[in-house]
Each structure stands twice: as C-alpha cells, then as structure tokens.
C-alpha cells in the first residue's frame, strides 16, 4: 500500500537532548513537508523539500533540521535549540498541491 | 496574524442533521481552498478543495461554497454521520500546487450525536 509512514508514534525525550523523527513515503511524490500541531493552533510549517538534496525554511524552522538525501525520506531533528518542542509531528508529500500526510508522532519532553 | 480562521473551535451536530463549518480568510490573494479530517492522533485527510473560479464544489455528503467578497468559505455535510466526528481543518494557498505556502485555520472539533 502506497502512503506515508512516520516512526515513532510516541517519543520521551529529556531536555537538552536531540531527537530525530523519521519520514518515509513510496508515493514517488518529490516535494516532503514537516508540520507541527500545537492545541488551538492551525498545522504550522517547519521545514519542506521540494526535490532531493534541497530544502527550504518554513514559518517556524528555529531549532529544528532536516535533511533529503533520499526521496523517498525526510527524517525531522528536533534539537536542544528548540524552546517548546512538546508538540505532534505531522510529515506530508503532494504531487500536485493536496498534501497527503503520515500518521504522526508525538513528542514529550519531559 | 491569523490569515485564515475557524471561529468556532466546536460543533455538536445531530445525526442525519446538516453540519456546517466556517472558515474565513484574511488574504486576497488565496485562490485554492482545502479541508482537512483528522482522527485524534492520526494524520489529517485531504476532503474537498474548491479553487476561487467556482463558487461550489460537491462530493458526496460534502459540499463547499465559496464567497469571494466576503472571504469566507463553509463545508455542509449532509446528513451528518458519528462517522464524521472528528476535527476539521481550513487550509488556503496563494496558488494551486503550492502546497509549500497553504495557511491552515485552527480547526473546528465536530460532534454528531445520536
């Protein structure tokens, strides 16, 4: 089955510490995207890939990384730097504008 | 600033009654319009989209109308199923196939009762 796969589903993490959250579509789609969900608050973009080996800044990029070294994943570092990283984690891919996404992962900082 | 907004942050619905969700928008230059289902602790569903050519979109029990000069657009579901409860998203771009540049509201929480 074609989709989107996002591990883990469920993440603790102490503070001061970097995590990594992975991404993987077989979609074929070339363009990846990772959000954030907050209560009370729309999806807010992180970061997005438009092609391998190339990525962009989203509205809220500050200390979080990504890489595309593949196009089939787009693995998601929340590091240290990131203020209030206690949140859900939603991946995406499109094709042609409507954006199909993972199931999530969240992330506890404890 | 919020560009595009769901002012009702939860809706309670009778089964087989029609459900109505609001979205208003701040940015003319929004073209494309999409709503989004989500389960809790899934990854929302694309559901219906209506770019700014049309005034109506239709799908089934799911319908979007789009009212330009007031920038605001709404999501019929009828008749309303449990099925149906979940949270629902607004999301608008600048441009088809942008998905990179889609706002999304802050979503309304639907109930449908028995």
């Known amino acids: 089955d074609g989709g989107i796969t996002q591990s883990p589903k469920y993440l603790f993490r102490k503070e001061g510490q970097n995590v990594t959250l992975s991404c993987e579509q077989n979609?074929?789609?070339?363009?990846m995207y990772w959000y954030r969900q907050d209560p009370g608050q729309g999806l807010r973009l992180i970061y997005y890939s438009q092609i391998v080996n190339d990525f962009q800044k989203g509205d809220i990029a500050e200390g979080y990384s990504v890489s595309r070294e593949k196009k089939e994943s787009f693995p998601l570092t929340v590091t240290s730097a990131q203020k209030n990283p206690t949140a859900f984690y939603l991946c995406?891919?499109?094709?042609?504008?409507?954006?199909?996404f993972g199931e999530g992962s969240r992330l506890t900082v404890l | 600033d919020q560009q595009v907004k769901q002012n009702s942050p939860s809706l309670s619905v009778q089964e087989g009654r029609i459900s109505i969700l609001n979205c208003d928008y701040t940015n003319s230059m929004f073209d494309y319009f999409l709503w989004y289902k989500k389960y809790p602790a899934e990854g929302p569903t694309f559901l219906i989209s209506?770019?700014?050519?049309?005034d109506k979109n239709e799908d089934g029990r799911f319908t979007v109308f789009l009212n330009k000069s007031a920038k605001h657009l709404s999501l019929h579901i009828v008749p309303s199923q449990p099925g149906d409860s979940a949270v629902y998203f607004c999301a608008a771009s600048a441009r088809i196939g942008t998905a990179s540049k889609l706002t999304f509201g802050t979503g309304t929480r639907l109930q449908v009762t028995l």
């Open positions: 995406a891919s499109t094709s042609a504008g409507e954006l199909f």
């Open positions: 209506i770019s700014s050519i049309k």
């Open positions: 979609l074929n789609h070339d363009a």
